[in-house]
Antibody, heavy 116, light 110 residues
Framework: EVQLVESGGGLVQPGGSLRLSCATSGFIFSDHYIDWVRQAPGKGLEWVGRSRNKTKSYTTDYAASVKGRFTISRDASKNSLYLQMNSLKSEDTAVYYC???????WGQGTLVTVSS | QSVLTQPPSESGTPGQRVTISCSGSSSSVGSYDVYWYQQLPGTAPKLLIYRNNQRPSGVPDRFSGSKSGASASLDISGLRSEDEADYYCAAWDHSLSARVFGGGTKLTVL
């Protein structure tokens, strides 16, 4: 069974940092692209960034709204994906999901709240 | 404002057929596969259609997808109360080097 489980969310002050984790199982981690997608309260889905598969050298892309502040990384030994978020703003408040963009598999999400 | 355009809402009665549209551009829908997601209230999104018209196992054949040029659509036939949810389309956009989502369509079953 494909599983993606996010963790690491919480309350952080504006300008602060947070690192989210996405633990995966049930599929070959290195074969798949994995995205981070967020959803602000009461709003739609917003793509945050992507980690491509091993064939594509695990290259990354980011949404313009987070480029330069957020960084995606992988630890293949732990089948895990990470989202390092720096210089957080109030508009980054959202539920953050990790997901396989081209096949089924979304996590349950982790809530990040940026507020003083 | 979303790069992909969807109607904010659609509605239908049980048994009816409903179509949700998704309009993009030559750099997004016109060039790349479209994916559709269903988000039931309070839950994570779920893949409904991949590669324009393919259904993952477990998705009823009442759901179908199509694409023509820079537009795509999701058809739901034999509408049921449990189909009441938010529906999102998504595609890659090479001019933005980003994945883009539609703004979402809230489907109400009357």
């Amino acid at each position: 069974e494909v599983q993606l489980v996010e963790s690491g969310g919480g309350l952080v002050q504006p300008g602060g940092s947070l690192r989210l984790s996405c633990a995966t199982s049930g599929f070959i981690f290195s074969d798949h692209y994995i995205d981070w997608v967020r959803q602000a309260p009461g709003k739609g889905l917003e793509w945050v960034g992507r980690s491509r598969n091993k064939t594509k050298s695990y290259t990354t892309d980011y949404a313009a709204s987070v480029k330069g502040r957020f960084t995606i990384s992988r630890d293949a030994s732990k089948n895990s994906l990470y989202l390092q978020m720096n210089s957080l703003k109030s508009e980054d408040t959202a539920v953050y999901y990790c997901a396989r963009p081209m096949s089924d598999g979304w996590g349950q999400g982790t809530l990040v709240t940026v507020s003083s | 404002q979303s790069v992909l355009t969807q109607p904010p809402s659609e509605s239908g009665t049980p048994g009816q057929r409903v179509t949700i549209s998704c309009s993009g551009s030559s750099s997004s829908v016109g060039s790349y596969d479209v994916y559709w997601y269903q988000q039931l209230p309070g839950t994570a999104p779920k893949l409904l259609i991949y590669r324009n018209n393919q259904r993952p196992s477990g998705v009823p054949d009442r759901f179908s997808g199509s694409k023509s040029g820079a537009s795509a659509s999701l058809d739901i036939s034999g509408l049921r109360s449990e189909d009441e949810a938010d529906y999102y389309c998504a595609a890659w956009d090479h001019s933005l080097s980003a994945r883009v989502f539609g703004g979402g369509t809230k489907l109400t079953v009357l």
